[in-house]
T-cell receptor, first 114, second 114 residues
Framework: KAGVTQTPRYLIKTRGQQVTLSCSPISGHRSVSWYQQTPGQGLQFLFEYFSETQRNKGNFPGRFSGRQFSNSRSEMNVSTLELGDSALYLC?????????????FGPGTRLTVL | AQKITQTQPGMFVQEKEAVTLDCTYDTSDPSYGLFWYKQPSSGEMIFLIYQGSYDQQNATEGRYSLNFQKARKSANLVISASQLGDSAMYFCASSGGGADGLTFGKGTHLIIQP
């Protein structure tokens, strides 16, 4: 079974621009979660989508948004980029049959904001 | 809110020795899951092992075992017969307990020396 894939792997943007990251979950997984990883704040939960609906959201400003398509693929968007948005963005998928389902991560997208 | 504490920022271990990585958690909810992930320098989070709060026995997966002490709220990862390829960041994480998404600790940087 193919793992979680994320595109692009690397991205360089300038302040004020917007960016869209993509995540394809493991086949059959209906839940996709997004995390931001920075050296200062560590790994922080952004949001989770299940069956095209946002199920949970972390403590991030409204500039961070996402969506999920009928095939469970997900995208996250960051508008009006700030220098502090530079981070590794990790996507994870799970079957979401129960709350403690294991989340399987993709390779991440490394975003640099100049 | 859940909290995960990993008190070892870094560890140096000789190849073939056993390694114990510490993790304590803080939750008042009776139902939760505990996970360990490995993150090599490439960035991808690799799932290692899972322990449910109601599991009676400690989880094991190959060379990995989880020393679950519920009364102490501790979930230490034990790696037997360490290998050079085990060098990476290791993260303890929890789910459930009313938290949105996985809650991660700060991680332990493990370096295996030949």
């Amino acid at each position: 079974k193919a793992g979680v894939t994320q595109t692009p792997r690397y991205l360089i943007k300038t302040r004020g621009q917007q960016v869209t990251l993509s995540c394809s979950p493991i086949s059959g997984h209906r839940s996709v979660s997004w995390y931001q990883q920075t050296p200062g704040q560590g790994l922080q939960f952004l949001f989770e989508y299940f069956s095209e609906t946002q199920r949970n959201k972390g403590n991030f400003p409204g500039r961070f948004s996402g969506r999920q398509f009928s095939n469970s693929r997900s995208e996250m968007n960051v508008s009006t980029l700030e220098l502090g948005d530079s981070a590794l963005y990790l996507c994870a998928s799970s079957p979401r049959n129960q709350e403690a389902d294991t989340q399987y991560f993709g390779p991440g997208t490394r975003l640099t904001v100049l | 809110a859940q909290k995960i504490t990993q008190t070892q920022p870094g560890m140096f271990v000789q190849e073939k020795e056993a390694v114990t990585l510490d993790c304590t958690y803080d939750t008042s909810d009776p139902s939760y899951g505990l996970f360990w992930y490995k993150q090599p320098s490439s960035g991808e989070m690799i799932f290692l092992i899972y322990q449910g709060s109601y599991d009676q026995q400690n989880a094991t997966e190959g060379r990995y075992s989880l020393n679950f002490q519920k009364a102490r709220k501790s979930a230490n990862l034990v790696i037997s017969a360490s290998q050079l390829g085990d060098s990476a960041m290791y993260f303890c994480a929890s789910s459930g307990g009313g938290a949105d998404g996985l809650t991660f600790g700060k991680g332990t940087h493990l370096i295996i020396q030949p």
